[in-house]
Each structure stands twice: as structure tokens, then as C-alpha cells.
């Protein structure tokens, strides 16, 4: 069969970087394709160069068998080809109608077209399962109706190829399983899906064949029934992992930070509602929710990046008050550690060697303020060296610019400096977000080994596998509030993503 | 009684005069802004061509041709400003100031070097200025009380570019909402990476946008030297364009908005000629107080009174393909 879509040894590159070396991938029609690999294997590259946001520097597309040139996305979309972008291509304060007619408008007044489109918009919906609303603008909407908005989207300018690039980053369980019913429905149509997804499961459950990319190309094709996750994954890496993490049964000890009434509101809006919890040494907390549920704002709070509007925090014989507020400065000293979600913005600063960044937040202390207050820099090279050996960080150059590090690399340095100062509490912020597998699992390892140490860990992360492989009770988060608590080997994903969506009744038998 | 409205009617008549190039400028500020191209040069263009149409009215006797090389010259500082911000991706207020420079210095020049009036162009004719027009039946209407001084001295006997401005704003209302290209535009100025994942071109939408804005400071600038004056003088513009960048964000990048903000500064302006050698009592009040009532409201305004005026979410960020 003519395959729907086929590249052949596309390259393209940005400077120096090669992100695309020779892509050779054929997807046949009526498929779902998974792509998998690592950050930067140049998944995204490629499928925007199929989708005409990047122009190729070598290679073919074939569509149908026929080579097509796409300069730019206007000729993708003649070629029938759709693309749902990871961070949504819409305009916020349109409606759903405007933003799906926009470039398909009928004509050069916009009645008739909006008009029209509103049919059609109800077809699609019904015969897909993609409800939305039309006059609804898409600022108010959550995300997983967004996403269906995207999609209404290429629908609407009759995709028949529709590119998907980590569509379930943002979505909740349940919402993830609808989506993929619909790409169901669509590939029973005749439509050709391609998912780039990091998310093994995810591919595993989805897909019928799947493309593992390595450093800019296609390194393996797999029939999804005929392949394993573990598989998968030693090829993304290039080399075995460990897959699973080994954990031992913890030994909570005393309370080390303990959280009661925490509220925290912004122009009259509560971001935290009544947040109270009990962190004890030697336990892992995980923090499930989908992201903007309050998870940022509550490690704001306790980092001492912001002041709580109301309650209480108890760490280290010291009340934390709105009345007396800790800064992010006191916090450490009360033995506090702090890996922030947004790494680039609060864990590092870009133009700051690694050696300066191995020590960040720290220069008041002893041994890196040196004799007369300066900042003993042969010290700051000793520890940087230390870390980076400790934590396999590489290159390991100590001179380079933290900015130049990979993201897998940063994230790794990071982690080093706030455990290397043995806190009492740590929070993880995403300890693994943009970090490739083989570091995932390293980290993982790292926080483990923390925990039987005696240190108490608090972690969030949107990645639910992670929360439930590595907490021994998990809080989940909406609205603000916790809504629910799971132990963690209890955990199962649907009560979880239930309990995400707030709709977890409890369990009825 | 008469007489009080006869004194209203002056000062809305008034009012609509005043309002007129700064109504122009706001226009054209809204399809730049909504477009993402922010225009602080809305002034220099306005001063070019107040300074290009009157040379060629003088020069032809032809109020069509100023209008005409007006337009021309504020669309030609407009391509600069679109090659600096959109093509080159520069700094937008940096260019705008620079626009504004540059017309202020190079109107100048000219003046000088061609007319040796110390920076003015000659008087004009009548024939070759926009004279006010008379409606036909404003004599037969006069008579009627409060409907005949209103429409002979406010509707009737404006100039034409003040009618012409009227329709430009419906016309810009109609286009931003009901068109293709409107959508677009506002589209343009809110998120250019959905526009370009589209597949329209962001450079092609924003070079039409700030096309137009060069067309309306064009007719502002004319209006200034060849309808409400005989002549250009140096800086005539006098601040007028900045605000109506004022306006434009008093009205919240919106026509409508804009031009009732307009209207407002207008009045106030109307309001301040009238009040010269007033007194309260023993207390002349100082026409400066009254001239500063503009900047005083857009500062106030600004400040709490009308909300949060939020730009378009990407005016004033230059488009970069890629993440």
C-alpha cells in the first residue's frame, strides 16, 4: 500500500545543531504512528518541517506517493495535512468559531463563513465525540476542550494527516483516554495519525506501529503488539535501563514540616484553599494533580518565594506565619533544599558557569565565602567538581555556562547542590521534567536514596508515573485544595485521575 | 437660551475640529496595535505629511495632490517603521521615536532650504486648501429651533476631511469586526504563531496594517496644514499624535473606544480655547491648567478609573518563527 506519508533522509539544522540528520520513516494510511524519543532526537523538528513551520534543508515528503514541497503551513493544509501543536496554536481571546475559521474563512467578510462553519463544527463534533462550544472563548476553557478545539481545527480544513505532538502532557487520565477514542474514530474514518509522544504507556496503548528517533533520525520501526516499553526505551537511550524503581517499605520518623490551614489568595482569588499535611523524615509525599491546581503556588509557599495569606508552617521549631514570613533564605537555614519546577527561572542562572551554579543560593556559607566576605572560587571549584562526579554530570566542566549544559544535565546539577547540603526537607519541583530516560532514572534513584537517609521529600510532578513509583502517600491537588490521599501502594491511576478531575466519589463498595 | 446653545453648538463644532487628526492618528493606531505593531511615530508621520501637502498644495494649487503626496509620505515613513520592527525585528518604540525625529528635523530642512520662511511653506489659496462645506438646507433649516444651529454650524460646514473622518471610523469599526481581514489583524496582534500556523503570512498581515496607519496620519497630517491651517509651521503637530496614542489605549485599542477618547481630549481642548481670560471670581484661571486637562485624565483615567487596559497580548513583540 502507498504509504500516506513518507519522509526521506530529511535533514535539518539550526546553526550547528543537527536536530533532523536524514529522517526515514512511511506511514500507511489509515494509521496511528507513534513517535518516541528523547528530548532533542528531533521528533518535533521533523514533523514541523512536514508541517511547513520549518523549511527543510534536505530530504522528500511524499504524500500519497507524491513528492510535495511545504514552504509553509498554507501548502500543508492543501495537502490535507493538520498539526495539534504542544503549546496550542490558538488565540485566547477568540472564540472557538473564530479560532477554527481563522485562515479558512469562506470569503472576505466573516458572516457567511462563521455561519457555515458552525454547521460543519457540529457534524464533526457528533460524528467524532469532539464537543466543544462554539461561542465559548477559549481563554475560559480548560485545556483537554482546547485540545479538542485544535483538532476541530484540522478537521475543519479537511486533514486527512493529523500530526499530534504531545498531545497528553497537559491532559488528566481520563481526558488522555478520550482523546485517544477519538483518534479512534478518526482512524476508522481513514485518517492517518502521527503521535509523538515520550510517554511509553501511552504509545503502547494508542499506537500499531511506532518510530523510535536517536540523535535526528529514525532508529527503529516497531509493530506496537510486537514490541515492549523496555524495549522502546533501550532504543530511545541507546543502551539498557533500569526500568523499574527498587524501593524499600519507608520508616517515616518524626514530623519534619508540617502544613495547617494554608491558604493564599490573589486579588480575591484563592490559589491555596485550607492545605494541611504532615511531611515526617525518611517519607516521600507525592503531590498528583493536573498542573495549575495550586502545586506551584503551595512550593512557592514553602520555599519562601511566597508569603502565605493564611495558616500555618511548621519546620525545623519555627512558625511560619503570614504575620512572621520566612524568605527563601531563612528557609535554607532552617534546613530546607528546593529543586523549583522552572528550572531556567529559579534554579539557575543561564550565563553563570557551572561552578557558580553548583553553589547558588549558598555563597553566604561556609567554605565558598572565603577570608574578607569574597567568594572563595577554588572552593566553588572543588564542590562543582565534587557534584559533578557524585552525579555523573556531564561534560565535566566546571568553566562551562550552565546554559550550554543539556536539560538533562542542568536538571542533574541542580539536584546535586540541594541534596549536597544534607537538608531536612526537600522539595521537588518536576525533578524530571526535559530530562531524558536515562536520567530520569537516576534521579529517581537519587531521591530514594535520600529518603532512606532520613530526609523528608515532597514531590510534584504531572507525571503520575512518577508520583506513584516513587511516594508512600500521594495528596492530590484541585482547585487549590487537597481533595484526596492515597498511600502509595494503594495507588491505582483511575482513582487518581479521578480524584484530578474532582469527581472521585469514594468508593461506593 | 439662544444663546447658550448657539455657545454649545460653537463648542462641539469646535470639539469635532480638534478631535479630527487626532481621531486620524487613533485609527490608524488601532490597525497598527491590533496588527502587534506598536506606533509611537504616529506624530512624525503626521508632521511629514502635514508638511508634504502643504508643499504640493502650495506648489500645484491642488488640495487632491497634498492630500495625495500626504499620504504618500506617511505611508513611506510607515514602510520604514515596518522594515525596522517587522522585518528586522527591531525595537518598536526605538523606531517610533526615531520616525518622530526625523520628521521633526527633515520638515524643517526643507522648509528652510525651499521656501526661506524660517521653517513655514507659504500661505495658501483657498482654492488650494479643504474649505467647509455647506450641507444644502442648513439656510432653510435655520430657523427651527436647536435642530437649525445644530445643523448648520456642527453637521453642516466641517470640512471634508472631517467627514471623511467620521466614515473612517465606521470604517474601521466594520473592518476590525465583521472582516476577514480584521479577524486576521486582531488576530495577528493577539498570537502571530496561530496566524502563521495557519498558514497566512504575520510579515504580509503587518505590513498591510501599518500601510494603513501611514494612509490615516497621511490624511491627519494634511487635514493640520491644508484644512484646519494655510500653511505648515514647524511642529504643528504639537504633540497631537501622542495623544491620540493616549486615546487609543484610553479607549482600549478598540474604534469606538478610541474615538470617543478623542472626542473627550477635543472637548477639553475646545473647552481651554474658550476659557482663555476666564475668571472665578478674582481668580484667572490659567489656560495651561486647562491645556494640562488631557494628560491629567489619560493618567488618571489610566491609573484605576477605567479598568486594566490590556494591549493586544503580543503588540510590540516582533514574530520569530520556532520556539
Not at chain 1, 172 to 197: H, Y
Not at chain 2, 246 to 260: N, P, R, Y
Amino acid at each position: 500500500m502507498t504509504p500516506a506519508i513518507e519522509l526521506r533522509g530529511l535533514e535539518k539544522s539550526f546553526g550547528a545543531v543537527r536536530a533532523n540528520a536524514g529522517v526515514d520513516m512511511a506511514v500507511p494510511p489509515g494509521t496511528i504512528a507513534g513517535i518516541v524519543g528523547e528530548n532533542g532526537a528531533g521528533k518535533t523538528t521533523a514533523m514541523n518541517v512536514v508541517y511547513g513551520m520549518y523549511r527543510a534543508d534536505a530530504g522528500e515528503i511524499l504524500i500519497d506517493g507524491k513528492a510535495v514541497r511545504h514552504d509553509s503551513p498554507a501548502e500543508a493544509i492543501k495537502h490535507r495535512v493538520g498539526m495539534v501543536h504542544q503549546h496550542f496554536m490558538l488565540v485566547e481571546n477568540f472564540t472557538v468559531l473564530e479560532n477554527v475559521v481563522l485562515g479558512a474563512e469562506k470569503g472576505a467578510l466573516l458572516e457567511a463563513g462563521l455561519a457555515a462553519a458552525r454547521t460543519e463544527l457540529q457534524r464533526l463534533s457528533d460524528e467524532y465525540g469532539l464537543q466543544v462550544s462554539p461561542d465559548a472563548r477559549i481563554s475560559d476553557l480548560p485545556v483537554g476542550e482546547q485540545q479538542r478545539v485544535e483538532i476541530l481545527k484540522c478537521l475543519y480544513r479537511g486533514a486527512r494527516i493529523l500530526i499530534l505532538d504531545e498531545p497528553t502532557a497537559v491532559l488528566t487520565p481520563q481526558e488522555t483516554d478520550r482523546l485517544f477514542r477519538i483518534l479512534k474514530a478518526l482512524k476508522a474514518q481513514g485518517t492517518t495519525v502521527i503521535l509523538i509522544s515520550h510517554k511509553l504507556k501511552e504509545i503502547m496503548a494508542a499506537t500499531d506501529l511506532v518510530f523510535v528517533m536517536r540523535a535526528g533520525k529514525v532508529v527503529a520501526m516497531r509493530e506496537t503488539p510486537n514490541t515492549t516499553r523496555e524495549e522502546l526505551a533501550e532504543l530511545m537511550v541507546g543502551r539498557k535501563v533500569h526500568w523499574q524503581i527498587e524501593r524499600v517499605k519507608a520508616s517515616p520518623g518524626a514530623a519534619a514540616l508540617t502544613v495547617e490551614h494554608l491558604s493564599l489568595a490573589a486579588g480575591g482569588v484563592p490559589l491555596l484553599d485550607d492545605v494541611g499535611f504532615t511531611l515526617h523524615e525518611g517519607e516521600i509525599v507525592g503531590i498528583a494533580g493536573v498542573s495549575g491546581n495550586g502545586q506551584g503556588e503551595l512550593l512557592e509557599i514553602l520555599s519562601g518565594i511566597l508569603k502565605p495569606t493564611g495558616g500555618l508552617i511548621r519546620i525545623g521549631g519555627r512558625e511560619i506565619t503570614p504575620r512572621h514570613p520566612a524568605d527563601a533564605s531563612e528557609m535554607r537555614t532552617l534546613g530546607l533544599a528546593h529543586v523549583p519546577e522552572d528550572r531556567l527561572k529559579y534554579a539557575m542562572a543561564g550565563q553563570f558557569t557551572a561552578a557558580e551554579t553548583g553553589m547558588l543560593g549558598r555563597q553566604r556559607v561556609l567554605p565558598f565565602k572565603g577570608p574578607n566576605g569574597l567568594i572563595d572560587r577554588a572552593a566553588i571549584a572543588r564542590h562543582c567538581g565534587d557534584l559533578m562526579e557524585r552525579f555523573d554530570v556531564r561534560p565535566r566542566r566546571i568553566e562551562q555556562l550552565a546554559a550550554h549544559f543539556s536539560g538533562g544535565n542542568q536538571q542533574k546539577l541542580v539536584i546535586a547542590r540541594e541534596i549536597a547540603c544534607a537538608p531536612k526537607v526537600l522539595l521537588a519541583g518536576q525533578p524530571t521534567r526535559g530530562v531524558d530516560i536515562g536520567a530520569i532514572a537516576f534521579i529517581h534513584r537519587q531521591l530514594m536514596a535520600l529518603r532512606d537517609g532520613g530526609c523528608a521529600i515532597l514531590l510534584v510532578s504531572c507525571e503520575l508515573d512518577e508520583i506513584m513509583g516513587l511516594s508512600d502517600r500521594i495528596l492530590v491537588m484541585y482547585g487549590g485544595k487537597i481533595v484526596g490521599e492515597v498511600a502509595g501502594e494503594e495507588a491505582d491511576e483511575r482513582t487518581i485521575g479521578l480524584m484530578m478531575a474532582n469527581v472521585w466519589k469514594g468508593d461506593a463498595a | 437660551m439662544e444663546d447658550a446653545i448657539f455657545q454649545i453648538v460653537a463648542l462641539l463644532a469646535g470639539t469635532l475640529r480638534i478631535a479630527t487628526p487626532l481621531i486620524l492618528c487613533a485609527m490608524g493606531g488601532v490597525f497598527s496595535e491590533n496588527a502587534g505593531v506598536v506606533d509611537i511615530g504616529l506624530e512624525g508621520k503626521m508632521l511629514a505629511a502635514a508638511f508634504a501637502s502643504a508643499t504640493v498644495a502650495s506648489a500645484t494649487g491642488s488640495p487632491w495632490l497634498g492630500l495625495t503626496a500626504g499620504i504618500l509620505v506617511a505611508c513611506a515613513m510607515s514602510l520604514v517603521h515596518g522594515a525596522a520592527c517587522i522585518t528586522y525585528r527591531g525595537n518598536q518604540i526605538v523606531s517610533g521615536v526615531a520616525i518622530n525625529i526625523l520628521a521633526s528635523g527633515l520638515t524643517m530642512v526643507f522648509a528652510v532650504a525651499w521656501f526661506h520662511m524660517g521653517g513655514q511653506t507659504p500661505g495658501l489659496d483657498n482654492a488650494a486648501r479643504f474649505l467647509p462645506i455647506s450641507l444644502p438646507g442648513s439656510e432653510s433649516l435655520a430657523g427651527v429651533p436647536l435642530i437649525g444651529p445644530v445643523y448648520a454650524n456642527l453637521i453642516s460646514g466641517q470640512t471634508l476631511p472631517v467627514y471623511l473622518t467620521i466614515a473612517l471610523v465606521f470604517l474601521t469599526a466594520w473592518t476590525l469586526s465583521k472582516t476577514r481581514f480584521g479577524l486576521r489583524l486582531r488576530a495577528v496582534g493577539e498570537e502571530p504563531k496561530a496566524v502563521d500556523a495557519a498558514g497566512i503570512s504575520v510579515a504580509g498581515l503587518r505590513y498591510r496594517a501599518v500601510l494603513i496607519c501611514g494612509g490615516f496620519t497621511g490624511i491627519a497630517g494634511t487635514y493640520l496644514a491644508i484644512a484646519q491651517n494655510a500653511n505648515f509651521s514647524r511642529e504643528m503637530s504639537a504633540g497631537q499624535g501622542y495623544i491620540a496614542l493616549a486615546a487609543l489605549i484610553f479607549g482600549k485599542w478598540k474604534a469606538w473606544g478610541a474615538f470617543w477618547a478623542c472626542i473627550l481630549f477635543g472637548f477639553l481642548d475646545a473647552v481651554a480655547i474658550r476659557l482663555q481670560g476666564v475668571h472665578i471670581g478674582a481668580f484667572a484661571v490659567p489656560t495651561q491648567a486647562i491645556q494640562a486637562m488631557p494628560y491629567l485624565l489619560t493618567v488618571l483615567l489610566l491609573a484605576g478609573f477605567i479598568g486594566k487596559a490590556t494591549a493586544p497580548k503580543n503588540d510590540g513583540v516582533p514574530y520569530e518563527k520556532g520556539e
